[in-house]
């Protein structure tokens, strides 16, 4: 098992990567069906966590997409904080199209309740949502999370684009914090 440092915590491998590879061609072959006869969707990347996995998924997809990216921010250190922040806005003109959502990972939800709202008010006729990770014990929003790739508990864990305070985010496994700390 591997350890990390990132900052002053200790990550342990929890995912390893063919693990995490197999399970987004799960979903990309499910999202490939789903969409096959729709209109041709938006794939919308949440940043920055998404970016690997958004690269993972859109080779995974035998259907045309478009794909745009948003930056929200909720999270400080290993909390969430509750407050979602738009750090780089929606430059896409949505209004009518399927728009599938791509997190890295839902947790309490409160991004996705966020970024649904905004898609409604910007037109989206459909909205779907796919994430990498979910977390089923804490997530506590009526928002029908459609693709969830990897459901994991309620740990905080690293890697695959997602980072602890900017860190982590390169490598190809995903880490969790590691019970042991010394
Ligand atoms: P939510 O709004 O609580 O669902 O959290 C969503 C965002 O918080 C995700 O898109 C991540 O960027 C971040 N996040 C949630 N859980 C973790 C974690 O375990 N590690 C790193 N980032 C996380
Ligand atoms: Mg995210």
Do not use: W
Request: glycine share 6%.
């Amino acid at each position: 098992m591997a350890r990390i440092k990132l900052h002053d915590k200790y990550f342990v491998t929890s995912i390893p990567n063919e693990e995490i590879e197999r399970a987004i061609c799960g979903v990309g072959r499910q999202i490939s069906e789903d969409y096959r006869d729709k209109d041709c969707p938006v794939f919308l990347s949440v940043l920055n966590g998404s970016f690997m996995f958004t690269a993972s998924l859109m080779k995974s997809i035998e259907i045309q997409a478009e794909l745009s990216f948003i930056k929200l921010s909720s999270y400080d250190g290993t909390e969430s904080t509750g407050c979602v922040r738009q750090l780089l806005g929606l430059n896409k003109n949505i209004k009518g199209r399927n728009v599938l959502i791509v997190e890295d990972i839902v947790d309490t939800g409160n991004t996705i309740v966020e970024l649904v709202k905004l898609l409604q008010e910007a037109g989206a006729a459909d909205i779907k949502v796919c994430t990498l990770l979910l977390k089923p014990d804490s997530y506590d929003k009526e928002i029908k999370i459609d693709y969830p790739a990897i459901k994991i508990p309620n740990d905080f864990i690293v890697g695959y684009g997602l980072d602890y305070d900017e860190l982590g985010r390169q490598y190809k496994d995903i880490y969790v914090l590691d019970s042991n700390q010394d």
